[in-house]
């Protein structure tokens, strides 16, 4: 079984989140903002499409492993344990689970391209 839970952003067939708040970066449709969590049980797989912008300059897109005691299998890599791998956002990305259950979290989005700055 396949779970996807989208937090923001969208995905084909699957309901909005509800809108950020207003003066939120998440706001602006130029950020490309998706998180996303999927679930997948052993065997399960997910076809993630890729970004729909003309514009694919400056977004990352990357995937975490955070739960399961299976492999997840991404992008040609192999993962069974907390990792991030970076995905292309302009490639359909396939998500793949053996040996057991995964839970893996998905989060894209254009650099806010700002001055990091450290108080304190």
Do not use: W
């Amino acid at each position: 079984t396949v779970e996807v839970s989208l937090v923001a952003g969208k995905l084909p067939g699957l309901d909005r989140p509800p809108s950020p708040p207003p003066e939120s970066y998440a706001s602006s449709a130029s950020s490309e903002l998706l998180v996303a969590t999927i679930k997948l049980s052993a065997g399960a797989r997910f076809m993630l499409p890729c970004c729909e912008s003309s514009n694919t300059t400056g977004i990352n897109r990357n995937v975490y492993f955070f739960a399961g005691q299976g492999t997840a299998h991404v992008a040609g890599s192999d993962f069974s344990s907390h990792a991030k791998i970076k995905l292309a956002v302009d490639l359909d990305t396939e998500f793949r689970a053996t040996g057991g259950p995964v839970e893996l979290l998905v989060l894209q989005g254009r650099e806010i391209r700002e001055p990091m700055v450290q108080h304190g």
